[in-house]
């Protein structure tokens, strides 16, 4: 997975109002890099996206192995990722009136013995008084590098009771742990989530329901199962969900191989199912959209995604709609 150079300008076929533009937006789920899969993404490139219309006021940075090298044998490496994000939410807070970094969560290696994990999670403290968390991602399968980019998880992290331990450790001190997986791994994310009941955690992207190479053309097929096992991660009231980063390639959608990208009113019929189920067993005060930008910028724009959000949340009260689009990201990240 790449990114071409003119994906800007693929995403200026579609020219749409924005809809309801005076709500507020706490963006839970974006990217930054300086160079990576062909591209880069830093301060310029969000500033274009969140001041594209929508009244985008505050982000979160997620980790993404910025800043350093994730092969790096170093534990404290991915410490520089928070200098990096750290410097680049300096620079934004000069500019007020446009979108914030107001919250980062980084990364450390949750197998670590305490005592070092522990100095892991001050050194990135002491970086940035924006950390909030870590993503440990658990997105194994062994067919990966055939349909995403490569990717450091091993199999079963999830069910690891080192690993375990280092999320307990995350709950303990007041820190949110980001969890990334595939549908198939939909199990262990469950059993993780009972192992550890004091630690918010943040299910990212659907349990990323796969619809490319051996699970191409059987993503709707298997929805039912997808349903049920949703269900049962939501009766863990630790359990929060981000919805959004359902557009990444390896879902199957299409999106991304067109000679033109999807209109809000394609993203919200093609994917409307997946959110109202997760608002229906979460409720929407553990739920939170999310841009996952720029990795779903490759199949759809951020001014139709937002669309798209106004279009499906458009079922729900006020309450609900502050709560999808800003208020149970402001609460759950500490904003």
Known sequence: MRFPKDLNDW???IDEPIIDPAREITDPHHHLWPERLGSSYELADLRADTGSG????KTVFIECGAGYDRGDPDPMAPVAESHYVQAIATEAAKFPQKAQIAAIIAHADLRLAPDTLNAVLDAHHAASPLFRGIRHAGAWDEERETFMFKGQAVPLLYLDADFQRGVATLGERGLTFDSWHFHPQNGEFLALARACPKTTII????????GTHRFAGRRE??????QREMQEIAQCPNVVAKL?????????????????????????AAQAHYYHHMIDIFGPERCMFESNFPVDKLSVGYVTYWNAMKKLA????????????KDTADRVYAL
């Open 221 to 226: 097929a298997r929805f039912a199962d997808w």
């Open 54 to 57: 929508h009244n985008v006021t």
């Open 203 to 210: 299910l990212n992207h659907f349990g990323t329901p796969i």
């Open 11 to 13: 995403h200026a076929q």
């Open 244 to 268: 959004g980063g359902l557009a990444m390639p390896v879902n199957g959608f299409g999106w991304d191989g067109r000679a033109t990208p999807p209109t809000s009113d394609e993203i919200a």
């Open 314 to 325: 458009a079922l729900y009260d006020g309450a609900a709609q502050n709560a999808l689009f």
